[in-house]
């Protein structure tokens, strides 16, 4: 099953335990390295393109971090594990999410356009935080275009995906107001359901401030709830 939200954020909150085998394994790494095609294939492994991607997010190296992403997205695409093949959902789309943190930190239209080409026929299900956080990143590179009714779909798209995740309703809410569409308070509310701290942070947004009517309805609803 597909990480949620509140899977990443509790596993966040633990304290890391490194396991004992950590540095015996470290060890023979370092000797196997020196093999060129098992450094190769390290290279190639999930782990190896996660650790160029991110030492590329290190150097701020944005466009190499998504070229890297691209290709680890097209190279595990249709590959299926023989060892915990429920895990090559999960790699895929950690893949997409780490392509959509790279490429909105370059001005490239044409690179983003691609991952969401990729997206729409990734891999199913359409299920986790990664898949919800690439569809509502999408959400608002369309709401930025002015293609309104594509930035409405993704992010129905990324509150499905992700029903623990409260950031997908609360834009949808935001969306509603500023575009005079659909049942804002709606989906504020279950922005709130789903996060009680969402009620702070739509009491203090500047487009929500603009509709006391609905501000007051909320907190008159949530004002007891606690986070």
């Not at 779909?153 to 992700?162: H, K, L, W």
């Not at 702070?200 to 609905?214: D, G, S, V, W």
């Amino acid at each position: 099953m597909s990480l949620t939200s509140k899977d990443i954020e509790e596993i966040k909150g633990r304290p890391f335990v490194e396991p004992r085998f950590t540095k015996i394994a470290l060890s023979i790494m370092k000797v196997a390295m020196r093999v060129p095609p098992i450094r190769a294939a390290v290279g190639n492994s999930v782990g190896g393109l996660s650790g160029k991607i991110f030492r590329a997010w290190d150097k701020n190296d944005f466009k190499s971090a998504t070229d890297i992403s691209i290709y680890a997205l097209e190279r595990y695409r249709n590959r299926k594990s023989g060892f915990l093949p429920i895990m090559d959902h999960h790699h895929w789309w950690r893949f997409m999410k780490h392509g959509v943190d790279s490429v909105k930190r370059i001005d490239d239209s044409n690179l983003r356009e691609r991952f969401v080409e990729i997206a729409k026929t990734g891999i199913a299900p359409f299920e986790g935080y990664d898949v919800a956080y690439s569809f509502l990143e999408f959400s608002r590179w369309r709401y930025q275009q002015s293609r309104h009714d594509e930035a409405f779909e993704f992010a129905r798209m990324a509150t499905s995906a992700d029903p623990t995740w409260a950031e997908p309703e609360f834009v949808l809410g935001w969306y509603g107001l500023v575009l005079s569409t659909g049942d804002a308070e709606s989906h504020l509310r279950r922005a709130i359901d789903r996060d009680k701290r969402m009620l702070f942070r739509i009491a203090n947004n500047e487009i929500c401030k603009q509709y006391p009517h609905i501000l007051n309805r909320l907190k008159s609803v949530y004002r007891n709830s606690t986070p």
